[in-house]
């Protein structure tokens, strides 16, 4: 077996960042391949358990992020210097059928993530922009009663994001992930906002390194209240577990796994018109072989 505690710096200073992925970003550090997730931590807000009306629907999520440290498997800043900055603006399209299945209604999405990455390690610094992984996938929404929502789903991520084994900066991650999740809605107009969305990612292997990145638990997570009508005040962020080892060929590496947890304001606005637009902003802390920083995040949703 691998231990990484002596190459977990020496590879964060030379191409252990390794970004984009399924809508936006992942902070780059060293747990999983470059620190880095397919899934963007956080993207979601309010309202993402509530499966629409059939039609099409269009989301366009917008984020900064910014990070200015590393931390170990201590928690400790690693004595790096480091600073990353990424812009993403991400569309996605989302179709919901009038047909039901077991029981739910049926829809299916695509998103497709326009990254720039700005980054640099001890003086050396790269930029890259264009297009990331792509994620698509297909759920099923369910209506329990007028307050409480769930959608179960499938969703994919592809490696058609632009990637070079020696760079510094990546905008895909040159795998597959596979992710099953579960979206949960609570909500009172005028009383408690409550969401969920749960998640388990499966990485596939990187043919061009041989490395498979361990797979992820996280929860993107809201909580607030409705003050008045269309308006919810109150916080989110997300909770990531890396749940198992890497491995690369075939070979485990110890005191590797990803830890964070991240809380922030956010807030809603919904429109008589059938649109709506939550805004946020998250502070990364107990954070574990990642990068932490902080991220601004806007989304728009609204009918086609």
Avoid at 28 to 49: K, N, R, V
Avoid at 176 to 194: D, Q, S
Avoid at 216 to 241: K, L, M, P, Q, T
Wanted: aromatic residues 12%; proline residues 5%; neutral net charge.
């Amino acid at each position: 077996m691998k231990n990484n505690n002596n190459t977990a710096l020496s590879r964060s200073c030379s191409i252990a960042l390794s970004l984009a992925g399924s809508a936006l970003l992942a902070a780059p550090g060293f747990a999983t391949e470059g620190g880095a997730s397919s899934y963007p931590m956080g993207a979601e807000s309010y309202f993402t358990g509530i499966m629409p009306s059939p039609g099409i629907y269009g989301v366009l999520y917008g984020e900064h992020y910014e990070a200015d440290n590393l931390r170990g498997n201590d928690g400790r800043k690693l004595p790096v210097d480091f600073r990353l900055q990424v812009n993403a603006l991400v569309p996605r399209l989302i179709w919901v059928s009038d047909k039901m299945v077991l029981g739910g209604a049926l829809a299916a999405h695509a998103m497709a993530p326009l990254v720039e990455v700005k980054a640099r390690v001890n003086g050396y610094g790269e930029r890259q922009q264009g297009l990331g992984d792509v994620t698509f996938g297909a759920g099923l929404g369910y209506h329990y009663s007028q307050n409480l929502h769930v959608v179960y789903a499938l969703d994919i991520t592809a490696p058609t994001g632009r990637y070079e084994r020696n760079d510094l900066v990546n905008l895909g991650r040159n795998y597959w992930m596979f992710e099953p999740l579960v979206a949960i809605t609570y909500v009172e107009p005028r009383g408690l906002n409550a969401d969920a969305k749960i998640m388990y990612d499966f990485n596939m292997k990187n043919p061009d390194t041989h490395y498979r990145s361990g797979q992820e638990f996280h929860v993107d997570y809201s909580v607030g209240w409705g003050v008045a009508d269309g308006w919810v005040i109150g916080v989110g962020g997300y909770i990531y577990r890396q749940t198992t080892d890497d491995r690369q060929d075939g070979e485990r590496i110890d005191d590797n796994k990803g830890r964070a947890f991240a809380i922030g304001p956010s807030i809603k606005y919904s429109s008589p018109n059938g649109w709506f637009v939550t805004a946020k902003w998250q502070q990364e802390t107990d954070v574990r072989n990642r990068a932490q920083g902080n991220a601004y995040w806007l989304r728009l949703v609204m009918p086609l």
